[in-house]
């Protein structure tokens, strides 16, 4: 139970099917502020004593995990060090992965508890995962990562409403977190302000702005881990383009410190590699290609591709070319609205 109007109605969903539930908060840092900024972060105090409040109006026991020193280390410390390697990490899949279906799900079973129900807006049905109803809210592509053992142990009571009905059935039930905004964000970086964070743990290390199309230093910047492929804006590069249109963040080079941009026309990729994959759908893993759809982002696009399993990894041939593809990003599929599988990006052209 986060403190948010989401996992307050799953729990109280799913004791009111008979089910016996115990609200577990995770304690995620070790030294809490007391109130979150907006809708900025998460896991404060004040989301403590929302997510107790709940609860006690549901009617159910409420504990305090400590998942502070695992969460540094598997999520904060991921962060960190997939940035310094010029690589652009989703947290909510290392936290999915390492926090909620791994650590709360071992230490769940091994007190006697069959399953761990969370907030997020898919559904399971006969252990496959799928979308959820409220395609602006959906959070399959999050949970891509998830193995099929997992997903046995996990219950997702949101997926077949829309976030609306959702803030409604809270307001009659008499939950107080009913119109709390949602978090968003990076919960850890509670100002919003990724560039900061990153240069306060890996410090300033001034490096060249590369044109791709002429070799020309057109700038510098003072971390090459303050830049994603497919950035725009804030890049501060001293000449303009020979035909004066924007450029675009094409690669970052962690070892040279060099960031290289160019037109958008070279951001598009047709063929991605995964590594790390992990097969949870319906189908038979593919060693020899199928057909199927794409997610390369949270909330992105779709895709139609051609995926297959080979030497450890998963290739993707996509139909059409993507743009914004970025190391470090999961890369879901999906046959339908069901999830197949997943891995996270290692390389795109």
């Known amino acids: 139970m986060s403190g948010g109007v989401d996992s307050a109605v799953a729990a109280a969903r799913i ?3 008979g089910h ?36 006690d109006v549901i009617g159910i026991p409420f504990y305090v995990w400590d998942m502070a020193e695992r969460f540094h280390r598997d999520v904060v410390e991921d962060f960190v060090g997939e940035y310094a390697a010029g690589r652009t990490p989703n947290p909510c899949l290392r936290c999915n992965e390492k926090i909620k279906f791994e650590a709360v799900l071992d230490r769940a079973l091994a007190l006697g508890f069959d399953a761990v129900a969370t907030g997020h807006h898919a559904r399971l049905e006969d252990g496959v995962l799928r979308r ?19 997903l046995a142990h996990a219950i997702f009571p949101l997926g077949g409403s829309t976030k609306a009905e959702v803030r409604e059935e809270a307001a009659r039930r008499g939950l107080t977190v009913a119109d709390k905004p949602d978090s968003h964000d990076i919960c850890f970086i509670a100002d919003g302000d990724t560039r900061a964070f990153l240069a306060e743990r890996l410090g300033a290390a001034e490096g060249p702005i590369v044109d791709a199309l002429t070799g020309q230093v057109v700038g510098s910047h003072q971390g090459a881990y303050g830049f994603t492929i497919g950035q725009r804006k804030g890049l501060r590069v001293d000449r303009p383009a020979a035909d004066g249109r924007p450029r675009y963040v094409l690669s970052i080079e962690p070892v040279s410190n060099t960031v290289t941009v160019g037109p958008r026309a070279s951001l598009e990729v047709r063929a ?57 990003q999961g890369a879901v599929l999906y046959d339908g609205d069901a999830v197949l599988g997943s891995a996270t990006i290692a390389s795109a052209v």
């Open 15 to 17: 004791a009111e099917a």
């Open 20 to 55: 016996d539930v115990t609200g577990v908060h995770l304690a995620l840092s070790s030294n809490p502020q007391s109130y979150r900024t907006g809708a900025r972060g998460c896991c404060t105090l004040e989301d403590a004593r929302d997510a107790r409040r709940a609860a």
């Open 132 to 150: 959820s109803v409220d395609d602006a809210k959906d959070q399959s592509y999050v949970l891509g990562v998830l193995t099929r053992e997992q």
């Open 272 to 328: 991605v590699v995964g590594e790390r994959p992990v097969w949870n759908g319906p189908l038979p893993e593919p060693y020899e290609p199928i057909t199927c759809r794409v997610q390369l982002r949270a909330h992105g696009e779709v895709y139609d591709c051609r995926a297959q399993l080979s030497g450890g990894e998963l290739h993707i041939e996509l139909d059409r070319p993507a743009t914004g593809v970025a190391a470090g």
